[in-house]
T-cell receptor, first 114, second 107 residues
């Protein structure tokens, strides 16, 4: 089974802190994604990556950056955390093909910024 | 723009059948997906449609009409454990999700 592991299940950070959310997948997937999920808004794409050292902005990249130095690891960085970044963050990975390439999600990180 | 619309909430009775509809308008199309998400957990993949028609997988079926920008997820013989949110998603270059339909199954 594909496994996507997010380093923390719950995090509490202070406003202005730099926050790192880590995601690792173990099935050699090319594609990795970061979403945030908020009630009534569904999943919104922050950043994605189709290859090592490659990154593309999603719908809501402001206030975030990413790093993909190795194929299996995709990190989301909150440069200066703010209270409006309190959310559930979900990492996902998929194969490079489009045929049936559903996403496998990590268990999520619930981040609270105080 | 890109829109994926589905009802916010639905309620059904154990043992019954429920249909969750999804309409979409996206710039591209490489498949439509349904995910199940229990409260506090990650979404899990349920089904995938890329051609028009019905795909059946046990108690769950998913239908797609590309010309109408329409899909539905059909759940038969509902069980209490089916209480969850169901997310419709369309793949273009990446995956776009609807806000989800929260299904409550009552005894």
């Amino acid at each position: 089974d594909v496994k996507v592991t997010q380093s923390s299940r719950y995090l509490v950070k202070r406003t202005g802190e730099k926050v790192f959310l880590e995601c690792v997948q173990d099935m050699d997937h090319e594609n990795m994604f970061w979403y945030r999920q908020d009630p009534g808004l569904g999943l919104r794409l922050i950043y994605f990556s189709y290859d090592v050292k490659m990154k593309e902005k999603g719908d809501i990249p402001e206030g975030y950056s990413v790093s993909r130095e190795k194929k299996e690891r995709f990190s989301l960085i909150l440069e200066s955390a703010s209270t409006n970044q309190t959310s559930m963050y979900l990492c996902a990975s998929s194969t490079g093909t489009t045929s049936g390439g559903g996403y496998t999600f990590g268990s999520g990180t619930r981040l609270t910024v105080v | 723009g890109q829109n994926i619309d589905q009802p916010t909430e639905m309620t059904a009775t154990e043992g019954a059948i429920v249909q969750i509809n999804c309409t979409y308008q996206t710039s591209g199309f490489n498949g439509l997906f349904w995910y199940q998400q229990h409260a506090g957990e990650a979404p899990t993949f349920l089904s995938y449609n890329v051609l028009d028609g019905l795909e059946e997988k046990g108690r769950f079926s998913s239908f797609l009409s590309r010309s109408k920008g329409y899909s539905y997820l059909l759940l038969k013989e509902l069980q209490m454990k089916d209480s969850a949110s169901y997310l419709c998603a369309v793949r273009d270059n990446d995956m776009r999700f609807g806000a989800g339909t929260r299904l409550t199954v009552k005894p």
